[in-house]
């Protein structure tokens, strides 16, 4: 079998769990870093830095019909109160890679980890969602604890339906769901790595590093590493700031 990256050896997963995860995920895993490395096909300008209210990351807009799949691995941080917040606060950071919800104003497919934060007590849960709140869903299988390294991906298998997997690069134990959106079609042409509010305010999370962060096109997989680069202003505040290298995106809590 030929995998052209986690997102396509999680659609096999689908198929059947009956393969040999941890084989798979190496290869698939060796695969990705040896496109990577050497693949950049999609030609942009690039490069900009841009402010929003509520998501730091990086960002690739790109012509309709572009993204069919997004991944990365990252390792899920410990979060703390932040200096001079409420010590019995509730506080949240979402860590999702995605198509779509920022060029694109019909839809959104993202998936990855809630890290919260509530009376002094990290938690983890890993979610994919579908353009609204109402359609998400949690990846049952899968118990989330900090320090693990996770690859999570989501691919829309067309406009209307896609799928998310994470798989705990520890173990290969993995999860997947799927979802439709048959009143939202995705546009497929935002792909991103980024890290968004919860419903709270945002723990210290620390600095995130999505590493091998890859797109898969029509063309072939893409980097991030011409992607636009969105920092979380507030007013004139810093609140979490993003940065590139060929072969990770990083966001940093301020
Ligand atoms: C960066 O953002 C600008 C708009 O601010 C957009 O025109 C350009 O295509 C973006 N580049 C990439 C690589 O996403
Ligand atoms: C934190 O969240 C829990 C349940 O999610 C809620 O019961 C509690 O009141 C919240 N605490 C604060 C300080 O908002
Ligand atoms: C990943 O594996 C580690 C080590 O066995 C375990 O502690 C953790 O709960 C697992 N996490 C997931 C996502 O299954
Ligand atoms: C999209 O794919 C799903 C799952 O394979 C399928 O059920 C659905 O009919 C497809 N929708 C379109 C518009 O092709
Ligand atoms: C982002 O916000 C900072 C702080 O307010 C400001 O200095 C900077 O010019 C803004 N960047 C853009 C691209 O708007």
């Given amino acids: 079998m030929y995998f052209k990256s986690t997102l396509s050896l999680v659609l096999a997963l689908a198929a059947t769990t009956a393969v040999s995860l941890s084989s798979l995920q190496g290869r698939a895993e060796a695969r990705i870093a040896r496109r990577v490395s050497g693949a950049n096909k999609l030609r942009s300008e690039g490069g900009e830095e841009v402010n929003s209210t509520d998501w730091a990351g990086a960002v690739i807009n790109a012509s309709p019909g572009t993204f069919t799949s997004i991944a990365a691995s990252f390792t899920l941080p410990t979060p703390y109160v932040p200096e001079g917040a409420d010590p019995s606060g509730n506080y949240s ?5 995605g198509i779509d919800g920022n060029t694109c104003p019909t839809a959104t497919l993202q998936a990855g980890v809630v890290v919260s934060l509530e009376d002094g007590q990290p938690s983890y849960t890993a979610l994919a969602q ?12 899968i118990s989330l604890s900090a320090g693990d390294l996770i690859a999570v991906g989501v691919t829309a298998v067309n406009a209307t339906s896609g799928m998310a997997v994470i798989i705990n690069q520890s173990t290969g134990e993995s999860g997947y769901v799927s979802l439709t959106s048959p009143d939202t079609p995705l546009c497929m042409m935002d792909g991103e790595w980024i890290v968004r509010f919860g419903d709270e305010p945002l723990p210290n999370f620390g600095t995130v590093v999505f590493t091998y962060p890859v797109a898969e096109t029509p063309s072939g997989p893409v980097d991030a590493s011409h992607a636009n680069i969105t920092d979380i202003v507030q007013g004139d505040t810093f609140l979490a700031y993003a940065s ?3 072969s990770s995106v990083s966001v940093t809590f301020a």
Avoid: C
């Fill in 130 to 141: 579908f353009s609204s709140p109402l359609n998400s869903a949690t990846f049952p299988d």
């Fill in 93 to 97: 950071a979402v860590i999702v890679v």
């Fill in 244 to 246: 590139i290298s060929p």
